[in-house]
């Protein structure tokens, strides 16, 4: 497409003004329809929250999908079947209900959809186009983590707006999907900002992000 054929700018008259909408108000919110960050050091819980995430939409009758490319498949599902037992206290019957609505991939599907081609940082076309198909099928999904999604320069803006603006920001608007991405902070991060690692367009791409950190003790 040129930059002709973009046309005019709209009036702002003429525009339906919408506002964004946020889901699970009543756990942690979300951007609906949207490419959302969670961030933490290894071991804080990101997925474990992810997994919270997918059984409140599953809860309420609405697909789920996890896709981890760090644990089977069957992992994913004992974590959750655990969470529903033991923290919301759901019986046999009620846990196989919701499952049903909760589809998993595990670390036995990993994909790479923007890649290094003779040095050149390539989106595959027709299998994003797959994955968007993909997503329209389900209310959420949890991308866990990044790095299993792509293969290029995770420190380069260029190489990353790829990943997270072409793909899970365009992604999730087109497919209706609530869409959880996640993400290692980078070192020293601070209490103020999303400190994703690698390029800034990583945070800065997504509606909403969080950081989440490990519970410690003080020492004395």
Excluded at 79 to 90: F, G, M, N, P, S
Excluded at 192 to 204: F, L, M, N, V, W
Aim: proline share 2%; aromatic share 8%; glycine share 8%.
């Amino acid at each position: 497409m040129s930059f002709a054929e973009l046309g005019v700018p709209e009036a702002a008259t003429n525009i339906l003004s919408e506002k964004v909408e946020f889901v699970c108000k009543d756990f942690i919110p979300l951007a609906r329809h949207s490419y959302n960050l969670l961030t933490g050091a290894g071991g804080s819980g990101k997925s474990f929250i992810g997994l919270h995430h997918a059984i409140w939409f599953a809860s309420r009758s609405m697909k789920a999908f996890i896709w981890s490319t760090e644990d089977p498949a069957g992992v994913s599902k004992h974590r959750i079947e655990r969470i529903l037992r033991t923290i919301y206290e759901k019986t046999d019957e009620q846990i196989k209900d919701i499952m049903s609505n909760i589809h998993i991939w595990g670390s036995e599907k990993v994909y790479r959809f923007v890649i290094l081609q003779t040095g050149a940082p390539t989106i595959m076309g027709d299998d994003v186009a797959n994955l968007f198909s993909l997503l329209s099928g389900y209310e959420f999904a949890m991308l866990d983590p990044l790095k299993g999604f792509h293969a290029v320069n995770e420190n380069n803006n260029h190489e990353m707006d790829m990943v997270v603006r072409d793909i899970f920001q365009t992604g999730a608007g087109l497919a209706g999907c609530t869409l959880l991405v996640t993400h290692h902070t980078s070192k020293g991060s601070s209490e103020d900002r999303i400190a994703s690692r690698g390029a800034s367009t990583i945070s800065d791409s997504a509606r909403f992000g969080l950081e989440v950190s490990a519970i410690r003790e003080d020492s004395d």
